[in-house]
């Protein structure tokens, strides 16, 4: 026996989630509305495919999106983000995602939520997740948020209609200050005594940068190349789980691999370079800014998270950050960021005040698209606990 639950398939710029209507699952005790998410995009699965659910089998393509009606008068929606692990049953729901973000504009004009006003219609977002807001204007005609149009971003195959969002006041999305630690740069003491420089910033999601050439890597190189340098990888996550212990949100490094796997995000930067894209393009050095390379739930990011872009953007500017050493001073404040499947251009805005540095604004554009509308299926077995892989917590 399976249960209908009313769900939304839907790619926003290089993510892909399912998307459900608050008042769906408000019904559904949290561990009940986790065993959904996980049902619906086939978590967990050992040999790392999700074959049993919506899931890509990475993390751009395992997500979960809550959009409700918001009850302030200064947002018109709220927006929860869950990153689903593929290989366990864990959701995390620490930060948020740039990408999907793209998508909850359109979800919510499509699904009633919120009225569409042509040619564009504003919507005010609040981010559950990180006590943000940001505003998506999504084009929009006969009563429905607009796919099609002109404007193209790397890792996606088609062009589709321009969404612009808008994020005033976006660091220290943990409730802190742009730089957390109060340093530009610091250093990192690893478990086998070696000392790296790191540049911790917060700003929509709490990001730890290192430079690709301490770590004698090429951050040249695409996600397979990456992933399959497994010293390089244990690297980068202890740097990321001892990031999470600077910034409060463990004790122990441990908690940090296992429990915080979505944040802090850690990035290899590098200076502008020549390369090929996944897509085979050539990417000049003169056309971007500076390399990064972004790891999501241990892996390496086939394109770049938007919420990593933003704050890589932001970080280009603040003097002293890793990411600012290795980037092209330009006068301009849109920050070209290039990334496996080519590059993005992201406005960022900083200011110094006092001794410390303030995000102003970070502006980017998307596309979005609504893929598949209906409902998921979920085996009575998540509904009631009796899931196949193993004891779930209590409700209470």
Not at 127 to 153: D, F, H, L, W
Not at 208 to 235: C, G, H, K, M, Y
Not at 313 to 342: F, K, M, N, S, Y
């Amino acid at each position: 026996m399976q249960t209908k639950i009313p769900a939304v398939f839907m790619r926003g710029g290089t993510s892909r989630a399912v998307c459900f209507r608050e008042d769906v699952l408000a019904p559904h005790p949290p561990s009940v509305r986790d065993r959904i998410i996980l049902a619906a995009l086939g978590s967990p699965d050992v040999h790392g495919r999700q074959i049993d659910g919506l899931g890509g089998g990475i993390s751009s393509l395992s997500k979960v999106v809550i959009v409700g009606r918001s009850p302030q008068s200064d947002s018109d929606v709220t927006f929860t983000f869950g990153q689903v692990d593929v290989r366990t049953p864990h959701i995390d729901w620490s930060g948020t995602c740039g990408n999907m973000s793209a998508a909850v504009g359109p979800f919510a004009i499509d699904e009633g939520i919120v009225p569409a006003v042509e040619p564009v219609t504003t919507v005010r977002v609040f981010s559950t997740n990180t006590g943000k807001r940001y505003v998506a204007r999504v084009p929009v005609c006969a009563g429905q948020a607009v796919v099609e149009g002109e404007y193209m971003i790397d890792g996606v195959p088609a062009p589709g209609a321009c969404i612009t969002l808008e994020y005033p006041d976006p660091g220290g999305s943990l409730g802190g200050e742009l730089l957390p630690t109060g340093l530009p740069r610091q250093q990192c003491e690893l478990a086998d005594s070696r000392v790296v420089t790191i540049s911790v910033v917060d700003a929509a999601i709490p990001t730890v940068f290192v430079r690709a050439e301490e770590l004698r890597a090429d951050a040249t190189q695409l996600a397979p190349a990456l992933d399959a340098e497994s010293a390089l990888q244990q690297t980068l996550e202890e740097i990321r789980c001892r990031s999470a212990i600077l910034l409060g949100l463990t004790p122990s490094l441990e908690e940090a691999h296992e429990k915080f796997q979505h944040t802090p995000k850690v990035v290899l930067v590098a200076p502008p370079a020549t390369y090929l894209a996944s897509s085979g393009k050539r990417v000049e050095a003169e056309s971007i800014d500076l390399l990064a390379r972004a790891i999501s739930m241990r892996n390496t990011h086939r394109t770049v998270p938007g919420t990593v872009a933003m704050c890589t953007a932001l970080a280009a500017q603040v003097e002293g950050t890793v990411v600012h050493e290795v980037a092209r001073q330009v006068a301009t404040q849109d920050i070209r960021i290039g990334h496996p499947a080519g590059f993005m251009e992201v406005g960022a805005t900083v200011s110094r005040r006092g001794r410390g540095w303030y995000a102003e604004r970070v502006t980017t554009k998307r596309t979005a698209r609504r893929i598949m509308e209906g409902a998921v299926l979920v085996p009575q077995k998540y509904l009631d606990g009796t899931v196949w892989f193993g004891a779930e917590k209590s409700d209470a």
